[in-house]
């Protein structure tokens, strides 16, 4: 549901148990003419790993056939959306789901990361049911910056369409730490977690509410697997301001026809955000939980200057790389 800590909390059925379990061996190579790697340091093919099979013959992922019932068949994903944390995920899954021709998973299953040993037959018995012109989806945020998870979803099908929700680096990290804050009010502040040094200016790059927000770096990982083309960014201020254009492009890039427009969303004054006029099912409310669209914890300027200096060159070669400006400065 969209209910307060959707996304935040405990998985639901997805118990932590098996967090850590290895992950199946990933059979396909990445392709070896990547025009679209093109820039920047040539980048090496990872190695094949080894150990227990999960294997994806002939690109028909899986290893069951899909069995129709009421309301079609359960299908693995053909779009993920893949990040990021803090991004405005639940809010771009919410909107797309409102669509006829998608039909998404409201929890976020955590496969390419946590769960991978279980296999994709486990994967796929998560999906919802759907007919053969529907689009299945899920979101886990954590993807994007999880390194295995390229691989593994390219192994899974080649073809797989990714969203990834990108949002000022320093704001989400802020909007990070207030959900880690609000969970465990007894740990430091953000300031001292930010740097290494701070009259140096030496950021923390191994805390990850810094290293999530190194757009590019991670992105790098995903570009030895998919081609740009492939990849649709949304930007998370934009779909704040205007959830329809946002959405309109989201549509476009999964081939489907634009139905989500501005007809569908109300700027709910005291929510402070767009709201969904109509969802896929009216019992649900129409605006998100208390944990989207939290009051920041505040920070110190002279900090937020800091980490948007750290940012701008990361921010600046991420622009280049996806030929998009996000505005963020
Ligand atoms: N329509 C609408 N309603 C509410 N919130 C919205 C909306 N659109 C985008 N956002 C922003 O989404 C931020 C939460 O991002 P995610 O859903 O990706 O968070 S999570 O990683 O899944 O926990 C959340 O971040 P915070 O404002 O920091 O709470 C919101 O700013």
């Keep these: 549901g969209l209910g307060p800590g959707a ?3 405990g998985s639901g059925w997805c118990g932590s148990r098996f967090a850590g379990a290895p992950g199946g061996a990933d059979v396909r190579r990445p392709l070896k003419y990547r025009p679209w790697a093109a820039r920047g340091a040539p980048r090496a093919a990872p190695p094949p790993s080894s150990g227990p099979c999960q294997s994806s013959r002939g690109g028909e992922p899986g290893t069951e056939p899909p069995r129709p019932g009421p309301g079609g068949s359960k299908r693995l994903p053909q779009a993920l959306l893949v990040g990021v944390k ?3 995920t639940r809010a771009v899954l919410e909107f797309i789901r409102a669509h006829p021709d998608v039909r998404a998973v409201g929890s976020e ?3 390419f990361d946590r769960h991978y040993g279980r296999g994709l037959d486990w994967y796929r018995s998560l999906m919802p049911r ?3 012109s529907q689009i299945t989806m899920e979101k886990t945020p954590s993807y994007f910056v999880t390194k295995e998870a ?5 192994n899974m099908s080649r073809d797989t369409k990714l969203i990834v929700v990108v949002r000022n680096p320093v704001t989400r990290a802020i909007s990070d730490y207030t959900q880690t804050l609000s969970k465990k009010p007894e740990i430091p502040t953000f300031e001292g977690l930010s740097f290494r040094n701070r009259s140096l200016g030496l950021v923390d790059t191994s805390w990850n ?3 999530i927000g190194m757009y590019v770096v991670h992105l790098e990982s995903w570009l030895q697997y998919f081609p740009l083309s492939q990849i649709h960014f949304v930007s998370g201020e934009k779909l704040i301001t205007d959830p329809a ?3 309109g492009k989201v549509q476009d890039f999964l081939g489907i026809k634009r139905v989500i427009t501005d007809k569908y969303f109300y700027f709910n004054k005291t929510k402070g955000f767009p709201c969904l ?5 009216s019992t649900l409310p129409r605006c998100l939980g208390k944990s989207k669209g939290r009051t920041h914890v505040q920070i110190d300027p002279d900090v937020i200057d800091q980490l948007r200096d750290f940012y701008r060159p990361y921010n600046i070669k991420f622009y280049e790389t996806v030929g998009q400006d996000f505005r963020w400065e």
């Excluded at 390229?150 to 390219?154: D, E, T």
């Excluded at 006029?277 to 099912?281: A, C, M, N």
């Design 7 to 9: 996304d935040s909390g």
């Design 86 to 88: 803090k991004g405005g």
């Design 109 to 111: 299953p955590h496969f």
């Design 130 to 132: 759907t007919l053969s």
């Design 150 to 154: 390229p691989r593994r979803i390219f």
């Design 209 to 211: 509410a810094i290293r």
């Design 245 to 247: 254009g946002e959405m």
């Design 277 to 281: 006029k109509k969802t896929e099912s």
